[in-house]
């Protein structure tokens, strides 16, 4: 514990610093989230760039290397950091697999390069540098001890040069070769390396990059008023796949409760042929490892999981970690819920509101470990059957340490396991979630619709540390939520919303066919429930229906598959509009072989229209140049002039417009007779 | 170096958490200095206030308390943590001595508390309570168990009543004698202690307060020309009491090298009588332990601190070190400096520049442990006559972690002991140093004049978490720095600099007597050396010159020392003016007791008027309010009404207002007979 107090004894401080002569400071580094306590987060293909604030006393050159290597790999590979303006120093790797990586930074006095640039200077300004020469070839001597073979020639031979006349000496002191070799071999006693070796989690590209789809199975039935399953279920993976989505979402499968089973609407009471909620999960056929019978079998499911792979869809499960008191959890484990003094379960409250069908957990429970295995073994069954993404239901209701371990846990089974938390909660709770180890969250964007809101927030999720470890997952309407402004902003309202989850968010997802068919009726004014929702009842969707989104969801989605610059958040600026209706930002790739701009309404009733300012030197472009922009909804292509550029967007027609920027247009130079 | 890698290894973790049932998570801890690795900074009778992030799943009511302990004493103090919004907790406690401290946080899932909420909100709601009443007299049995004597007796007959009849048993089950009791016994089985015990470094109050003047002994002879001793110095004692200051800073007193001394204006080649500068250390008749020999003798040194003693000043000593050619160290201890390939020591140098008069230390020696010690014996050497405040010259050049170690081990004899750090160099190394035990440090507030800079950096050193670790000393002028401000400004840009330096600054100095003597002129133009610097001769100055700013400055520090908001820097904001030439802002007490809001016109040569803007709620004010402010330098009082007042500022007369604001004045209600 009291570590800090050797700072101020003597003899302690003196043996720890055997580094007395290591004057190297490393600091600031990052990524570092939390000191080091938690992992970065990137996918593969990924680059992972590391600062540092690095300096020493004096002004001696410096010299710093960013170390990495995989969990596993013995001996660190080393890349050389750049210097920034301000004692910032930067080093860039790309990770290429799954798993776990440490990296930390190394630096040190350099003396062949601070001996380089004063005899540089010294040069300059016609100074006599015989001795400084001398100098050099005594570092470069020493460095020969260390090296061998070939290199241990080459230094031997820079060093007699130094040594020679003058004008030879200078040249190779200044020459590029032996400085390159003399950071081979630079002279690192006392180098200092930073005191942590930080972790980084590698995920698969999905963890970045995904597309989501939720829909109740037991709604697939072809025949209104049937209860769907698996095959049905099956049977709208084309309808699906042609929309561009490519994890599809499904809401618990188990076996539903009976007692207290909730109605229509929510209705305290459920009439006899009343369905359910899947997330009242558990009766006498069995729990979270068994399928709700009407579905159909587990080889069904796997049959469904294996259909979708051909479609290059994944199945995304819910886990939903909370029982029915038919739950056979309810009679074999009692002890993993708490108990009311009259020895009854107590079932989930928040006062003065009961719960009757749900009994939580007890994380709590003296049988905690018992609990946590069981659980683990739930998410590994569905591991077992080929399942990869799993949608986490309210993880904020269940204790914190639980999640670290069940993730770690499950990857060791399955390192491409991917988790979703489903945490509508306060922020620094869902961050921490994050943290834990969840590969995406759910984010507060149902609720973000101004300019200012959007902007402030998606700044904040993708600007600042929270990039590091929070991968947002952008849903515009769930089962649980339609929004006022779907409610009342018609069918604009989503193509605006569509768009801005789908531009804003490398990953996003709709709640289906509410969304695409437009549903809007909430259950009462004020209230974001769906009239008739299909948590509690089974729902027949026209999916043909003439005012379907389909089709223009299939566009957004296509171009986001076209355009590398939407498949990843860290890159989104937003650029002004003269106009608060109108927002505007963009997406590019580092290399700015991909440029993204995009404009969107978000006035539902009204066209609207304003100057967009485009921070043209950050996207390659000279300021006064002309150039090309293609709109890739409409295909229309625009030819676009320095900063300032007008768009004009009618609701009902084009609500959002979506810009390929092409830099390079033909001009009377690219005719080969023009010379 | 591996302990991420546990993060994901299922047994470890398991048996790690033993809390696995610890729900509860403590994180962004603040203050915490580069993740605990420095101590924060108060200074005796300040408080401390700490905050952090606490929150747990679900919504269970939680309990957190600050820890804190002398470091030597056994056993925490603690003090209860309040909850802001957004899951911020706080709680603070005061400083009472100087020396080191630990602090920490602890927080539980508080049952009793939940228990309590839920029941208030079910009774609200008229629920059946049965249940829940016997859950609270279980808890209250339980809590009696841990509980002695009386208290375990009226824990008993709490639960007996929560046993008994519904009205009684409710009315105690929200008692808030029994809460309070509850709290005492709280249940922290699974409680969680944040994972670092952090350090403060406390210092005297010195530290935080402190008015500098800075005189060069050699010219405080009464006749011009000669050199002035201690004895002289000692004379002007009562000048410089009289301007209110409270350290009084020496540059070295040391004997002053020959070889390659400087001449007048930094001249390469002195004359027989130049008498060099004063940084230039060590002759055959010794070095940093001893005197030069014109100023007198120890004794005389001794006398003077006595003397300054008497008018509650201290001296402070400069540490430069820095070693002349003639320094006895150079032949005693040759392997202290770096060799160059002829043999000859290596002089300073910033190529193509060259400082043959000057051989650094080299910190890299092979003897590095050698030399620590013995710079350490030269700082205790000067403890041992009294000395307890030491500026030190150009740490930046010196090891960082040479730093931190003798900060510590001077602490260990004399823990009252305080270091300016004079590093004007780039900022995290300023601020590094800051970290490593410098209790102030110089910044670049010479050169911050206009009110965008100003705002802007006063605002980055006192509200972010430097103001933590950075104690900011402003210096208008010092014996290497005449600004460009200060040479074009006139008389004005003398008082207004003195006042920016005196209110942002609750540790400010000025080096005189050319400051209150106004000197401004400079070597060259474009230069910020003194023409005729006293660096490198004697000065004869005419104190009693009519246009000195001694009075001035006398009512300036008498007014800080009156106001114990200019005590402090953390509590400084700054109010909007609608002219980009007048700065506004202030500085109050936490209770509001003492108000100052000072505002100055950044215009020497032009009177400049506008309208301050007030945040009237923070200073206690109703928005319509009608208020007295008394201008302090001039004796003038005003009333002010509201947000928004009138200023106008004559560089001439009053290039500043110093008000203390009186939220009271008297009305008619204040008339005995009014009612």
């Known amino acids: 514990m009291e570590k800090k107090s050797e700072l101020h004894t003597t003899s302690k401080h003196l043996a720890r610093s055997g580094q007395g002569r290591s004057r190297v400071v490393i600091e600031n580094v990052k990524p570092e989230i939390d000191c080091g306590r938690f992992a970065a987060k990137r996918t593969v293909g990924e680059p992972m760039t590391v600062e540092a604030d690095i300096f020493a006393d004096g002004h001696d050159a410096l010299s710093a290397r960013l170390l990495y290597r995989k969990e596993g790999i013995s001996g660190w590979t080393e890349i050389l950091m750049q210097p920034l303006p301000n004692d910032r120093w930067r080093g860039s790797f790309e990770v290429t697999e799954i798993g776990d990586y440490y990296y930390t930074v190394q630096a040190w006095v350099d003396r062949f390069q601070s001996w380089r640039q004063a005899l540089a200077k ?81 995920e698969r590209a999905k963890a970045r990059f995904s597309t989501w789809y939720e829909v ?41 409760g009976e007692s207290y089973r909730k109605g229509k609407n929510n209705a305290l009471d459920a009439n006899a042929d009343d369905v359910g909620s899947p997330w009242a999960i558990g009766n ?70 009961k719960y009757q069908d749900i009994y939580p957990l007890d994380f709590e429970s003296e049988r905690w470990e018992e609990l946590w295995n069981e659980l683990k073994s739930v998410i590994l069954f569905w591991g077992e059957q080929g399942v990869r ?23 060791q089974h399955h390192p491409d396991a991917l988790f979703l938390a489903e945490a509508f909660t306060r922020p620094k709770v869902m961050y921490r979630l994050a943290k834990l180890g969840f590969s995406q969250s759910y984010t507060y964007f149902a609720w973000r619709n101004t300019k200012p809101e959007l902007t402030q927030y998606f700044t904040e999720l993708t600007q600042t540390d929270l990039s590091d470890f929070f991968r947002a997952n952008l849903w515009p309407n769930t089962p649980d939520i339609l929004t006022e402004y779907l409610q009342f902003g018609g ?4 193509m605006t919303r569509l768009v801005l989850a789908a531009m804003l968010g490398a990953s996003y997802g709709i709640y289906g066919a509410a969304f695409e068919l437009c549903e809007n009726v909430a259950r009462e004014p004020g209230s974001e429930e769906y009239l008739n929702s299909e948590k509690y009842e089974i729902k027949h969707w026209d999916l043909e229906s003439p005012g379907s989104l389909k089709d223009f969801i299939a566009r957004v989605n296509r171009i986001r598959r076209d355009n590398r610059a939407l498949q990843s958040d860290r890159n989104l600026s937003f650029y002004p509009v003269d106009n608060p209706e109108i927002i505007c930002f963009g997406k590019r790739t580092e290399d700015l072989n991909n440029i993204i701009v995009v404009a969107v309404n978000l006035d539902p009733h009204h066209t609207q229209s304003g100057w967009v300012e485009l921070p043209t030197e950050d996207l390659g472009l000279a300021p006064q140049q002309t150039f090309q922009v293609h709109e890739l909804l409409t295909d229309a292509r625009y030819l676009w002039h320095g900063k300032r550029n007008y768009v004009q967007l009618d609701p009902n027609s084009a609500p959002a417009q979506i810009f390929h920027v092409r830099p390079r247009i033909r001009r009377e130079q690219d005719f080969d007779y023009f010379m």
Chains 1, 2 share one sequence.
């Not at 769907?228 to 499904?250: E, H, N, S, W």
């Not at 029982?323 to 309810?330: A, G, K, R, S």
């Not at 949608?391 to 990857?411: C, L, M, Q, S, Y």
């Open 122 to 202: 010294k040069v300059d300004a016609g100074q006599d540098v015989a001795l400084d020469l001398t100098s050099g070839a005594m570092l470069v001597e020493a460095a020969a001890e260390q090296a061998a073979d070939k290199d241990q020639e080459s230094l031997k031979r820079f060093a007699a040069t130094l040594k020679g006349n003058r004008s030879a000496a200078v040249r190779i002191g200044l020459d590029e070769e032996l400085a390159a070799m003399m950071e081979k071999y630079s002279d690192r006693r006392w180098a200092v390396t930073y005191e942590k070796n930080l972790q980084l989690t590698v």
């Open 216 to 256: 109740f199975p037991r709604s697939c039935a072809s025949t209104p008023g049937q209860h769907g399953t698996f095959r049905d279920c099956q049977k709208r993976l084309p309808y699906i796949a042609a929309m561009g989505f490519d994890v599809l979402y499904l809401p618990p499968i188990h076996p539903i």
């Open 284 to 353: 006498k056929e069995g729990g979270h490892k068994a399928i709700h019978r009407q579905l159909g079998t587990l080889a069904d499911f796997q049959d469904l999981i294996a259909a979708a792979r051909k479609f290059d869809i994944e199945i995304a499960l819910d886990i939903a970690f909370q029982c029915t008191p038919d739950h056979p959890y309810v009679a074999e484990h009692p002890e993993w819920f708490r108990k009311r003094p009259d020895g009854s379960i107590q079932y989930a409250e928040n006062p003065p509101k």
């Open 491 to 494: 069918r604009p309202a989503f």
């Open 389 to 411: 993404i799993f949608r986490v239901d309210n993880p904020h209701t269940k204790a914190f340490p639980f999640w670290e371990w069940v993730i770690g846990e499950v990857k």
